[in-house]
């Protein structure tokens, strides 16, 4: 018996002469030997192909292959170790040997799962414990490598110890037990094809096999540079294991009708080669970003898919299709365009296991706020909103720990109560399992979806499930871990390196009917009639290769061991790039970016100039004769490529030209009515206009509800003034902040409690500071605001802290002013923060101020009273440094002190002569500003002696009564718009403050900006 070898390279139909042969060998109970399950699947169907049931061929993975052997030849084999328990024992071996060079980085996250890694490699190369130490003992400088030896031998003694296998040695026992029973395995033929390389312990079996069976291994290989990388293969299987070729294939040019691809497969990278001309086999796609490249891809498979191709006969092949995958799925998803994704994405990429990895970590020691807001907000079945709540608490600094977070909810998060009740490490490992499905279930629970339906509102990904499903069996084979012998019982540090240590599968099943998107490695399997090579980037394709992080390059060539130095990396980028473009039988597109989101250039693959200097004579000429290019500005799809309804709706919506009129046709077939005005095109059913400007508003029960308001603030009617829309969304919808109350609301109000208390009972003669009592005024102040601020139950932070310290000082400085006046005016101790409106709250309330169908209540700081007569002054502390003047007043809508004077007039029957801000937190002119009479500012009037700027804020007493009337009239018809709801975009002066933030509700595009706008029509 032989080992045998069939030669050819791609497209030579090496594929079908294993079939021949398998088929000829059905009655000796052949088996197969293929890389995947796929391909198992795929071989299964081709057995198949001409109608009948190929019975008596196994096909198998390698994996497997080792199983059969086992069994034929009795070879005693331990039960295996699962993943995660191998990943446990490695960290078991780890922590059991003293390192010296490697201790830092042993307890780095990460380190157990790559040097699993490398002790798999090691074993599949046959490199035991003891070979790896003899070589690292032998090299100079060879310490690190001793090191590994050391974890190695550690790991494989453990494994031994608890009486379980691996890979590794279950290959080494079946290659023994074969060795001694050579008839074991009889005349059983094998057949191995699909694979690109052959490790040492594979090598070793089908040696072995050979010695008494007929072994045919498939090898892709011609003399030729695209396939450098497999020479080294194929000498081996010649010059070591003595394998004869039984049939050497030839290239079969009919496998196409392009010219083009059957000259790209036999020549590329080759030197000084003919050219021929462009043709339909070839096509280039060039896009901006990466959202337009994959859109780019899926825009021309829909066209694909419209000329009647089927999505299977369609592939998608990416260098990295766990990185770039995803966005060309989800793509092709909302095109409309069934696809599967063939590619391993990290479990740490899912909600689930996001969900879970901070879940870990907000129930270890220590766990963090933000951990706890993580878990919670990438687990599916928690309202978005609670966590908003408990968002804002950390962000306001009321919950410093994981303790006092879970304490604000009524009921604790579920999943980390029940980790924090478990008895145990391996009771809370196995608590995290169970958090695994119930994350990935509960957002369904109690429906029955069917893939793409969305019962609730929440799509179902199957992904999500199968993370919950292969994160609760990672973790409940790692709860069994403490079991075994030497093992420390797992605990949640342990969880959440196995949860970041693990993949899911994107896509499982079937990809019949679907368009695939898959790697390289898994394209060279079958042909496909359309394939798009798509993320063509200089550094992705060709790739630069994975860095060993424990066993580098410069270690593998100072071991001297053959059999652990790796492939050129050139040669293996150049053969994988060949297997894309040789795989296609109708067309090859080739795509790439030529910028990033943002307009940055970015480099395109030197694969693609290697592909155009084998077309046409001149290669700029072919290129642009073969390019179709996506810029930026293509946002959307244009009408004609568009895909789905949503698509073309976004389409005509923003399209002009003939596409928009051929989308509008389109949009009207679906029942979709458009209106055209001059150039600016309207939904007007079906989709909601994009550009409508918000407000009035129009539910009948709102409107009631606005009209029902008697009673008005005049803070709210300034609100209102500023901007209407402004005021809906702060006074109405009162959208809630994450971060804390703004520290000038919570200081002001402090001080004027502080103040009120302070001018209510006077710790001096009379009823304001005087040069020889302003002492024990400030102290009294003092002692008044540490009160207030005691009992107010929002939290001190060192901001406020300093606030509180400022504004001591601010207000000493006031106090100090106000005692060096001579003013005959004393505040009344009874119209101290007088309230106004409020009715039966308030036994001596005035009563509020009737306007029109409406009427003012609020809150008046202080007034100010002529001694023995019934002139007054309104006084308002304000926190801040400015405080307007009477222009001001005007300019920006202000109301309140015009409003509050007529209050003094009409309710408490007094008379005012002006109404002043006091500016607390002023540093420079301290003087309050408002608006007074002029007849009260002369040497006899009542303002003498009283500290005051008045530099424009004196009025003649008529313009002072039309400010006051003024006012009420402003006031008036404010409110009637407001109880009418009649709510829009009118920022006062036109100018938006430069303090609203509410342009996302109000939708209002800063950039365009009112005039823009209003120059539009609007
Ligand atoms: S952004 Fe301008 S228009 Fe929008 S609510 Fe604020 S102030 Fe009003």
């Avoid at 919670?376 to 306001?396: I, K, N, Q, Y």
Wanted: glycine share 10%.
């Amino acid at each position: 018996m032989s080992l045998q070898l069939i030669v050819g390279p791609p497209n030579s139909g090496r594929a079908g002469e294993i079939l021949t042969r398998l088929r000829a060998a059905l009655d000796r109970d052949p088996l197969l030997v293929v890389p995947t399950g796929d391909d198992i699947a795929r071989f299964e169907r081709d057995l198949c192909a001409d109608g009948h049931a190929a019975i008596g061929a196994t096909i198998r993975t390698f994996g497997s292959l080792t199983d059969e052997i086992a069994l034929a030849t009795a070879a005693d084999v331990p039960p295996p170790l699962t993943a995660p328990q191998r990943l446990a024992l490695v960290r078991a071996a780890t922590a059991a040997t003293p390192l010296r060079l490697l201790s830092r980085s042993a307890r780095s996250t990460g380190f157990a799962s790559a040097l699993d890694l490398l002790i798999g490699e090691l074993q599949a190369a046959l490199v035991s414990p003891a070979d790896l130490r003899a070589a690292s003992v032998a090299a100079e400088g060879g310490e690190l490598e001793l090191e590994i030896a050391g974890l190695y031998g550690a790991y494989e003694s453990l494994r031994d110890g608890a009486g379980r296998s691996d890979a590794g040695s279950a290959a080494v026992r079946a290659a023994a037990a074969l060795r001694a029973t050579p008839g074991a395995w009889g005349k059983r033929p094998v057949f191995v094809y699909g694979f690109d390389d052959l490790t040492e312990s594979q090598l070793e079996l089908l040696e072995l096999l050979a010695a008494g069976a007929d072994v045919t291994v498939a090898v892709n290989y011609a003399d030729r540079k695209a396939l450098a990388a497999r020479a080294t293969l194929l000498a081996r299987l010649r010059d070591e294991f003595g394998a004869v070729t039984v049939a050497d294939l030839g290239f079969d040019p009919d496998y196409t009708r392009q010219r083009s691809l059957r000259h790209i497969d036999r020549q590329l990278f080759e030197a000084g080669v003919e050219t021929v001309p462009p043709d339909d086999g070839l096509q280039l796609l060039e896009s901006a970003g990466s959202r337009g490249e994959a859109e780019a891809v899926g825009l021309e498979i829909g066209r694909l898919l419209d000329a009647g191709v089927e999505p299977h006969d369609i592939v998608v092949a990416l260098r990295r299709p766990s990185v770039d995958g995803p966005l060309f799925a989800a793509v092709l998803r909302e095109l409309g365009v069934p696809a599967a994704l063939e590619a391993e994405l990290p479990l740490s990429a899912t909600a689930v296991g996001r969900s879970l990895i901070a879940l870990c970590r907000a129930a270890g020691d220590d766990g963090e706020p933000g951990d706890l807001l993580a878990h919670l907000r990438a687990d599916p079945s928690v309202a978005p909103g609670a966590v908003d709540w408990l968002e804002r608490a950390v962000a306001r600094r009321e919950a410093g720990s994981v303790e006092e977070l879970a304490g604000r909810w009524e009921t604790p998060p579920v999943h980390l109560s029940r980790i924090q009740e478990a008895g145990g490490p391996s009771a809370r490992v196995l608590a995290l399992a169970g958090a695994a499905r119930r994350v990935a279930e509960a957002v369904h629970a109690e429906t029955a979806p069917l893939a793409g339906e969305r019962p609730n509102g929440t799509p179902l990904a199957p992904v999500e499930l199968r993370a919950g499903v292969a994160a609760a069996e990672l973790l409940e084979e790692l709860a069994l871990v403490g079991a075994l012998p030497d093992c420390p019982e797992p605990d949640l540090a342990d969880a959440e390196e196995a949860l970041e240590a693990a993949g899911v599968r994107a896509w499982r099943g079937s990809s019949e009917g679907r368009v695939r998107i898959l790697s390289p490695y898994r394209v060279r399997a079958g042909q496909a009639r359309y394939l798009f090579c798509a993320a063509m980037q200089e550094g992705v394709f060709p790739g630069r290769g994975a860095i060993d992080p424990l066993l580098g390059e410069e270690s593998r060539a100072r071991l001297g061991i053959s059999a652990l130095r790796r492939q050129e990396q050139s040669d293996e980028e150049r053969y994988l790039f060949h297997v894309c473009a040789s795989r296609p039988v109708d067309r090859l597109y080739l795509s790439w970016r030529s910028s990033d989101e943002d307009g940055h250039p970015a480099a395109r693959s030197p694969f693609v100039d290697e592909v155009l200097d084998l077309i046409g004579s001149d290669p700029e000429a072919a290129e642009k004769a073969l390019k179709r290019t996506r810029t930026l500005a293509q946002a959307v799809p244009s009408a004609r490529e568009a895909t789905t309804p949503r698509a073309l709706a976004r389409a005509v919506t923003l399209g002009t030209g003939r596409d928009g009129e051929r989308g509008r046709e389109a949009l009207s077939a679906l029942g979709v009515d458009l209106a055209v005005t001059g150039d600016v095109l309207a939904l007007t059913s079906g989709i909601p206009d994009p550009g409508a400007k918000p407000g009035p508003l129009s539910n009948p029960r709102v409107l009631a509800a606005m009209k029902e308001r008697r009673l008005l603030s005049a803070n709210s009617l300034e609100g209102w003034i500023q901007c209407s829309y402004q005021w809906f969304v702060d006074h109405e919808l009162a959208p809630q902040r994450l971060e804390p109350e703004a520290d000038p609301l919570w200081l002001g109000g402090m001080v004027h409690a502080a103040l009120d208390r302070l001018y209510a009972k006077p710790p001096g003669e009379d009823a304001i500071p005087r040069p020889g009592d302003v002492r024990a005024w400030k102290a009294r102040f003092n002692e008044l605001l540490d009160a207030v601020v005691d009992e107010s139950e929002s939290p001190r932070t060192p901001d406020r802290r300093l606030g509180l310290a400022r504004l001591r000082i601010q207000v000493e400085g006031f106090l100090d002013a106000e005692a060096e006046g001579t003013t005959v005016l004393r505040p009344r101790a009874d119209l101290l923060e007088r309230g106004f409106g409020f009715g039966e709250e308030d036994a001596d309330d005035p009563g509020e101020l009737r306007l029109g169908e409406f009427a003012l209540r609020g809150r008046i700081d202080r007034i100010d009273v002529e001694p023995g007569g019934n002139r007054a002054v309104l006084r308002d502390y304000k926190t801040s440094k400015a405080v307007p003047g009477v222009r001001t007043i005007a300019n920006e809508g202000k109301l309140q002190l015009q409003l509050y004077m007529l209050v003094v007039r009409e309710r408490l029957g007094l008379d005012p002569i002006g109404g002043l801000y006091q500016p607390l937190g002023a540093y420079g002119d301290k003087r309050p500003r408002g608006m007074v009479r002029r007849s009260e500012c002369g040497d006899d009037g009542l303002f003498r002696g009283l500290d005051i700027s008045v530099k424009g804020d004196a009025l003649d007493d008529e313009e002072f009564e039309d400010a006051l009337e003024g006012a009420r009239a402003r006031a008036i018809g404010n409110g009637e718009r407001m109880r009418a709801g009649d709510i829009t975009r009118d920022p006062l002066g036109g100018v938006c403050s430069e303090y609203c933030t509410f342009q996302p509700i109000c939708r209002l595009e800063r950039a365009l900006g009112l005039d823009e706008e209003t120059k539009n029509g609007e």
